[in-house]
Nanobody, 114 residues
């Protein structure tokens, strides 16, 4: 089993920045990749991006150049740095870890509004 605890999120003005963190515990060695999904009201959950065990990242086109995913292997933590935030980035952000199955964090609200 893997447990994921997310921190961060909140209210930010357009153009601002936020950083989310996702700390993993449990069967860490089974994790091949970690990443983030988001779900806006009335919309389907969409992939934001992910990072493999080897550090290779991939991002949705909508966030490329604005969001950065990184990981601290020593602390089993993955980060989502979000810059130049737009109102359309407003959503609940979910951390996930991919091992034999997909594990999910509890979700954290990000609201971009003036």
């Amino acid at each position: 089993q893997v447990q994921l605890v997310e921190l961060g999120g909140g209210l930010v003005q357009p153009g601002g920045s936020l950083r989310l963190s996702c700390a993993a515990s449990g069967s860490i060695s089974s994790i091949n990749a970690m990443g983030w999904y988001r779900q806006a009201p009335g919309k389907q959950r969409e992939l934001v991006g992910d990072i493999t065990r080897g550090g290779i990242t991939d991002y949705a086109d909508s966030v490329k150049g604005r969001f950065t995913i990184s990981r601290d292997n020593a602390n089993n933590t993955t980060y989502l740095q979000m810059n130049s935030l737009l109102p359309e980035d407003t959503a609940v952000y979910y951390c996930y870890a991919r091992g034999w199955i997909i594990y999910w964090g509890q979700g954290t609200q990000v609201t971009v509004s003036s």
